[in-house]
């Protein structure tokens, strides 16, 4: 009973490190990916900056409106669900 115990924690100390291990080189990776972006940034002329920002704002407007659409059809889902129940 008493190794079963210690087997059972072992197992789950290894499983918390794994993880947080995991998570230290996914936050790790993400700082260097940022450093080198500010540094291609610093690199591009004015001209390619004001492009590469035009063309991150398409992006961005464009994940916007597809999650605005998404809200909108589970709201019309959800308010159709309360109507149906009354």
């Known amino acids: ?3 079963l115990l210690l087997y ?5 100390a290894g499983l918390i490190l794994t993880l947080r291990f995991k998570r230290v080189r996914k ?3 993400k700082i260097k990916k ?8 610093m690199e591009m002329t004015r001209e390619e900056r004001h ?3 035009e063309q991150d704002k398409k ?3 464009g994940r916007k409106r597809t999650l605005l659409n998404q809200i909108r059809k589970e709201y019309l889902e959800l308010s159709d669900q309360k109507n149906r129940v009354k």
Do not use: P, Y
């Open 8 to 12: 059972f924690i072992v197992i789950v």
């Open 1 to 3: 009973m008493n190794n």
């Open 34 to 41: 940022r450093v080198s972006n500010i540094a291609k940034w």
């Open 27 to 29: 936050t790790r990776f």
């Open 59 to 61: 992006i961005s407007i």
């Open 51 to 53: 492009a590469w920002d």
